[in-house]
């Protein structure tokens, strides 16, 4: 399918003569790979249409590209894209104005304080296993952050999904190309898509996706950057020793190549 008649589809159609909401996310995914990773339609076609009951765990630091490569996971394998914050919100929109504990939490999400880990971790805990009773896989790409988010959730994740289908990526990327990556690289305000900060996408101007405005946060500055990737070596990177201990055959990505080298090492090491 080309590209222009996507742009047909979206402009005119969209809603009228095509309501199905997947088939619609599957196309903006394709185009998506296309413009923005510079794929073939027919590299873009070919994603998507398996379906694995896997619990993939994306571990990297910050401009490692998890966010990126959990989405191309997702479409490939049907799999449901966790993302912690997306949880939390969800959580925070659906809560009754009487449950007091929730209206202190929905001020600290409104006045960006953290949430309660305790309770972040029974959030997520609980959509785990929602989404496993509708018969969905999962890729996270920012949890387990912690030793402690680590040791709650693999014991469900194993008991759910079992140990064999919980399926470990570990994405390396040293400080220096994890500055150079990330310093000013943009993402879009409606949804937070990343822009990566690569010569090919420096003449986009709106998101691929959703057309809105793209905007550079102030976190994504090299100080900044620095104490988030000291933060990961840290809090994070412990995970991997943890997990080893626990019997899992950690799969080591070199995330210093392109986009697609890393989504193709990694499809060649999930299935072993
Ligand atoms: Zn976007």
């Keep these: 399918m080309s590209i222009n008649f996507i742009h047909y589809i979206k402009k005119s159609a969209y809603g009228a003569f095509f309501n199905s909401k997947i088939w619609y996310d599957n196309l903006i995914m394709k185009e998506y790979v296309v413009q923005l990773l510079g794929w073939t339609e027919t590299q873009a076609e070919e994603l998507g249409g398996e379906h694995k009951k896997w619990a993939i765990l994306l571990v990297g630091p910050i401009g490692s590209g998890k966010g990126t490569q959990a989405e191309l996971l997702a479409e490939k394998f049907g799999l449901f894209n966790f993302e912690t914050s997306k949880i939390i919100e969800e959580k925070i929109k659906n809560a009754d104005a009487s449950d007091e504990i929730m209206m202190r939490e929905k001020n600290n999400w409104e006045t960006g304080k953290l949430n309660t880990p305790e309770l972040v971790k029974q959030w997520v805990l609980e959509k785990i296993e929602e989404l496993h009773k509708q018969g969905s896989g999962i890729v996270f790409s920012g949890s387990p952050r912690t030793l402690e988010e680590a040791e709650a959730e693999l014991p469900v994740l194993e008991d759910l999904f079992g140990k064999e289908d919980v399926k470990i990526v570990h994405i390396q990327l040293t400080e220096n190309e994890s500055i150079k990556r990330n310093s000013h690289r943009r993402i879009c305000k409606a949804n937070r898509h990343p822009i990566p900060n690569f010569p090919q996408f420096q003449n986009i101007t ?20 620095k104490v988030r990737y000291q933060e990961y070596v840290n809090r994070t990177e412990p995970i991997l020793a943890f997990l080893k201990e626990r019997g899992y055959n950690i799969i080591e990505i070199n995330g210093e190549q392109s986009i697609q080298k890393v989504f193709e090492d990694t499809l060649n090491n999930l299935d072993g």
């Design 206 to 225: 709106t998101c691929p996706r959703d057309g809105s405005e793209l905007v550079t946060r102030s976190l994504d500055n090299p100080d900044v950057i």
